[in-house]
């Protein structure tokens, strides 16, 4: 009984970090299943690949200290700094959405580049697939969007990427693997 009492009260004082974007955190080198990372501040990321998500892990703390919130906009990337904001476009529907990266992931390989919150597959509309090709792109929003996406809100919608700027992308990523 004392043994169940003990690890119940060390899940009442798990501390989460206030949801900020104050410090930034680049991070130490890492390595997950033998392969290594390396966080670098990169203002020119712009990747193809492919995102998945996860939802599963409700509650649970961050890499940079927050509480993990599934619907939130959020989404977990293997090197840029904690947190950063990207721009992800869906390479078969031409959506575009902002997202907050505020934890360290994907760790599986197939071209995976970022892991997107729940909220944020659904937004882009990649849910029911479970992973879909994408453009992930560094960028600097307005306040106004930082402020909702730190509150698990939207950020402004984006425009619709034209088919013929798609096709391209596609080609793109297709010669890359």
């Known amino acids: 009984m004392a043994a169940i009492a003990l690890s119940l009260s060390a899940c009442a004082t798990t501390r989460y970090r206030p949801v900020s974007d104050t410090p930034v955190r680049i991070g130490r080198p890492y ?7 390396v966080p670098a501040a990169d203002p020119a990321y712009d990747m193809l690949g492919y995102a998945s998500w996860y939802g ?17 906009i959020t989404a977990a990337h293997t090197t840029l700094p904690l947190p950063s904001y990207v721009e992800v476009t869906s390479l078969d529907t031409g959506r575009t959405i902002l997202v907050r990266i505020n ?5 599986a390989g197939g071209g995976r580049i970022l892991d997107l ?4 597959a659904e937004l882009l509309g990649i849910r ?6 994408v453009r992930v792109r560094r960028v600097d929003p307005p306040e106004q969007d930082r402020a909702r996406l730190r509150e698990g ?9 034209p088919e013929r700027v798609l ?7 297709a010669a890359g693997f």
């Open 31 to 37: 390595m997950v299943r033998g392969t290594s990372y």
């Open 56 to 72: 599963h892990e409700s509650g649970s703390m961050t890499a940079n200290g927050e509480r993990f919130r599934p619907g939130a």
């Open 103 to 107: 934890d360290r992931g994907p760790f």
């Open 117 to 120: 919150s729940r909220g944020a």
């Open 128 to 133: 029911n697939q479970g992973h879909a090709p």
């Open 153 to 161: 809100k939207a950020a402004s919608e984006r425009p619709i990427v």
């Open 167 to 173: 096709s391209n992308l596609r080609a793109q990523l």
